[in-house]
């Protein structure tokens, strides 16, 4: 089966670095997604990754090992607007995303 | 420019009516997608349009599920004899390129409660 694992919740304090995992197990793949999710709004694009590898974006990081179906997402400085869900999705062989169920980010002050 | 935008943001059905959700997606842009969220949970795959063509529909639940984007723009998810189990977010997502393989743009979703 189709499978997307990222830790249900996480803590960090203000000004602090945050990794968000991310593993997945999808017949095929052709990318991986990661989007941010504020609390009863849409998701919003952060990063793609297709190649093996960190690319880095501002304050935003995304790394991709292909070879151990992992990924990670790194957010440094954090804000308190950082405070929302991440959510890890793979592009499987039909190109169809499937999505993990997010990882809820509490940022401390 | 505007974005992505669904109406209406909220929907209370009573089980066995009938609802129809409207996306409308940033101009020019040729694929659109449609997904279901519940609480606490990432979004799954309804459907694809490519203009005006439904090229994926593996993820609709049920024949109960249509979804129609007749002129390549706007687009309707019809949900017949709503069960409780369709209660969920329904997001709406358009791309300017063909298929999955870059940025999504979302909207805001339609809330639907089905008592």
């Known amino acids: 089966g189709q499978n997307i694992d990222q830790p249900t919740e996480m803590t960090a304090t203000e000004g602090a670095i945050v990794q968000i995992n991310c593993t997945y197990q999808?017949?095929?793949?052709?990318?991986l997604f990661w989007y941010q999710q504020h609390a009863a709004e849409a998701p919003t694009f952060l990063s793609y990754?297709?190649l093996d590898g960190l690319e880095e974006k501002g304050r935003f990081s995304s790394f991709l090992s292909r070879s151990k179906g992992y990924s990670y997402l790194l957010l440094k400085e954090l804000q308190m607007k950082d405070s929302a869900s991440y959510l890890c999705?793979?592009?499987?062989?039909?190109?169809?995303?499937?999505w993990g169920a997010g990882t809820k980010l509490i940022i401390k002050p | 420019g505007a974005g992505v935008s669904q109406s209406p943001r909220y929907k209370v059905a009573k089980r066995g009516q009938d609802v129809a959700l409207r996306c409308d997606p940033i101009?020019?842009?040729?694929?659109l997608f449609w997904y279901q969220q519940a609480l606490g949970q990432g979004p799954e795959f309804l459907t694809y349009?490519?203009?005006?063509?439904?090229?994926?529909k593996s993820g609709l639940p049920s024949d109960r599920f249509f979804a129609e984007r007749p002129e390549g723009s706007v687009s309707t998810l019809k949900i017949q004899r709503t069960q409780q189990e369709d209660s969920a977010v329904y997001l709406c997502?358009?791309?300017?390129?063909?298929?999955?393989?870059?940025?999504?743009?979302f909207g805001p979703g339609t809330r639907l409660t089905v008592t």
């Open positions: 999705a793979s592009l499987d062989s039909n190109y169809q995303l499937i």
């Open positions: 999808t017949s095929g793949f052709n990318g």
């Open positions: 349009f490519q203009n005006e063509a439904q090229l994926d």
């Open positions: 101009s020019g842009h040729v694929s």
């Open positions: 997502a358009s791309s300017y390129v063909a298929g999955a393989t870059y940025e999504q743009y």
């Open positions: 990754n297709v």
